[in-house]
């Protein structure tokens, strides 16, 4: 909730310097009228004592309840109500108590001709006090809900990303134990190769969850690491080809990135064709992007890639589009029986991606 | 089994598949069964084509067979053999595969599995092999069919177990149909309508028609009602393929499809059509 502006140190000394203004101007006024300086200083503090404090009572009980727009004009009839309550106190005190005194005679006839005047000073007061605490605790209100929504969209982005990268199938290490299991009786060497394998690739895989960047080197020697497995799981019918240019292997990229457009190449290599299967990775610099190409081959008569996100690669798109704010980073292209994937990840100096700035500013 | 001597199954051998594109996966099965001198392997496939070929060959009594399989998977392939072995299922984890076949009392095993389970699975089989056979011979002696007669799995059961495999996601986007000796695989957005034909449901699609050995509720369960409408008792039609619904008789119409065929509409169908097409 948001905190009553006389709370702030700044704002409290505004409000009593103010007070202390009218009430001065108000002694000088009364003594101008003829009033003797006695009568004009009780007549003013008492009167501006409950000015102050009726609008500091409904300045505070503002934090409660605050009236919607469209009843905005309850605070005209609150200011009109207020106004006459201090109107009708200042008279039940100041009329006994100062038509006693010796110079106070002409006093209850004064008030009762200056009422008019009085309620008008006082209901503008109110009223500017009300309008000036609405104006605050809507402002405060807009602050917050915009606060809040931004936590929500950073939260709900992070999750997101989180869930992008953390799709590791459950086909493909469910298959591999069993892959262990069999040759486990026949093989048992290969069989610990096996398990070697598919730790190391179980352990990048919870590392890299943690780290922004990595380079593309590391992100090649990964993906090698997790075809050998499928090498082993389909035998014969998988061979692979890596090609990467010197000059980008030191280019970075986000972590998780490649390994399932290569799982999917594998999935429609492997599973749309019968025969022999050849996945070809490339990668290679291009104008402050390094350009990432994974081909596979496919069926044209049974699957259809649909043009821009191709087979399951709108989960890559969207993480993409989440780390860079761009649309056009992933690429698809059919020629004949194969199917590429074409991805481009910019290359900044500052190596921090965009998501990152957009935190802490 | 050697002092059971008043069944037909017993010292008989049980002729056996192994489908599965992993080489791995069909070995570990293989070393398993070397317990079982019985069962005789008579051929390893590793895709569902080879698989159907390997069962009209040699009619096995039991396959094991994977469910994510290159081009068809396990179901389809299921699907397009005429009469269905015995089959115990070998999957790696698949929440939907699972929901299948806990429904249908069919057996599976979660990929990896170990001796004791495969063993649990195996003698499950055998001894309902048994039973069953022994109840043919003193129910009905003369009606002994060739093939895997004896435990062949229900009827009913195979048919739901289908039906169930068939709305998963994957399966959704295309049909599979065995057409002369080749198997074609229609994706849904190729088809034109569906008409019943007898036993069959004809597929009318780009490049022709073609024979489906199930039924039009079973279409009608399985395609996604959204797309695919059923506009009368023996017509289901791609909505996306409608240019025109015309009145016909008296509380009919008929729909024209930008093929140029025309397919009949019943009462009960308009209406269905109408919701699907939001008029």
New interface residues.
């Given amino acids: 909730m948001a905190k009553s502006p006389l709370s702030t140190y700044k704002f409290l000394l505004l409000f009593i310097s103010w007070w202390a203004i009218w009430a001065f101007l108000q002694v000088s006024l009364l003594i101008g009228f003829g009033l003797p300086t006695a009568i004009a200083l009780s007549d003013s503090i008492v009167s501006n004592t409950f000015v102050a404090l009726s609008c500091g009572f409904l300045s505070n009980n503002m934090q409660y309840y605050l009236p919607k727009k469209e009843r905005y004009w309850y605070i005209l009839f609150i200011s009109l109500g207020l106004s006459g309550i201090i109107l009708l106190a200042c008279k039940a005190i100041l009329v006994p108590l100062l038509s006693d005194r010796a110079d106070g005679a002409g006093y209850a006839q004064f008030f009762s001709k200056s009422w008019a005047v009085r309620f008008d000073i006082v209901f503008l007061q109110v009223a500017c006090m009300a309008i000036l605490s609405v104006l605050w605790y809507s402002s405060a209100e807009e602050q917050e809900n915009r606060q809040r929504r931004n936590d929500a969209e950073r939260l709900a982005k992070e999750a997101e990303l989180f869930k992008l990268r953390q799709q590791l199938a459950?086909?493909f290490?469910?298959?591999s134990?069993?892959?262990?299991?069999?040759?486990i009786?026949?093989r048992p060497e290969q069989a610990r190769k096996m398990i070697q394998q598919l730790s190391d690739f179980l352990r990048g895989n919870l590392k890299k969850e943690e780290q922004q960047w990595v380079p593309l080197s590391e992100e090649l020697q990964y993906l090698e690491l997790y075809l050998d497995i499928e090498k082993?799981?389909?035998?014969h019918r998988l061979d692979t080809q890596i090609v990467c240019a010197e000059d980008c292997m030191g280019s970075k990229l986000p972590p998780m990135l490649l390994q399932p457009i290569v799982e999917n190449a594998i999935k429609f290599g492997?599973?749309?064709?019968?025969e022999a299967v050849t996945i070809s990775i490339r990668a290679r610099i291009e104008a402050k992007f390094v350009i990432i190409e994974v081909e596979n081959p496919f069926?044209p008569?049974?699957s259809?890639p649909k043009k821009g996100t191709g087979f399951g690669l709108s989960s890559i798109q969207r993480r993409l589009y989440l780390l860079f704010a761009r649309a056009d980073l992933l690429e698809t292209r059919v020629a004949g029986n194969l199917f590429t994937t074409i991805v481009r990840i910019p290359q900044t100096d500052n190596q921090a991606p965009a998501i990152e700035n957009k935190q802490t500013t | 089994m050697s002092t059971n001597n008043n069944t037909a199954a017993a010292g008989e051998q049980v002729k056996a598949i192994i489908i599965d594109?992993?080489?791995?996966?069909r070995?570990?099965v293989q070393?398993y069964l070397q317990s079982y001198s019985e069962i005789v392997v008579l051929q390893e496939c590793?895709?569902g084509?080879e698989g159907i070929k390997a069962i009209q060959q040699h009619h096995p009594d039991l396959i094991f067979l994977d469910i994510?399989?290159?081009?068809i998977n396990g179901f389809e392939m299921l699907e397009l053999v005429e009469e269905p072995p015995a089959v115990i299922f070998t999957t790696?984890?698949?929440e939907y595969a699972i929901k299948a076949f806990e429904s249908h009392a069919v057996d599976y095993l979660?990929?990896?599995?170990?001796k004791e389970r495969f063993d649990k699975a195996l003698r499950k089989w055998l001894d309902q092999r048994v039973t069953r056979t022994s109840d043919r011979i003193t129910h009905a002696p003369g009606a002994i069919a060739h093939g895997p007669a004896g435990a062949a799995p229900n009827a009913a059961d195979t048919e739901a177990l289908l039906e169930t495999a068939a709305q998963s996601p994957a399966q959704q986007q295309?049909i599979v149909v065995k057409t002369g000796g080749k198997i074609k695989?229609i994706?849904l957005e190729d088809i034109h309508f569906l008409e019943a034909a007898d036993d069959y449901v004809k597929i009318h699609t780009h490049n022709g028609a073609f024979l489906k050995n199930r039924t039009m509720s079973y279409f009608e369960k399985t395609l996604d009602p959204a797309q695919f409408v059923r506009t009368h008792r023996s017509y289901i039609l791609n909505v996306q393929q409608v240019t025109r619904i015309d009145p016909y008789e008296k509380d009919s119409h008929l729909c024209i499809l930008q093929s140029g065929a025309t397919v009949p509409v019943s009462k009960a169908g308009y209406v269905k059509l109408k919701g699907v097409l939001g008029l």
């Fill in positions: 459950p086909h290490l469910f298959n134990l069993n892959s262990i299991s069999a040759l009786g026949s082993v799981r389909f035998g492997l599973y749309d064709t019968t069926d008569e049974t259809r | 594109d992993e080489p791995l996966a070995m570990i070393e590793g895709d084509f994510q399989m290159p081009k790696a984890f698949d979660l990929k990896p599995f170990n295309r695989i994706p």
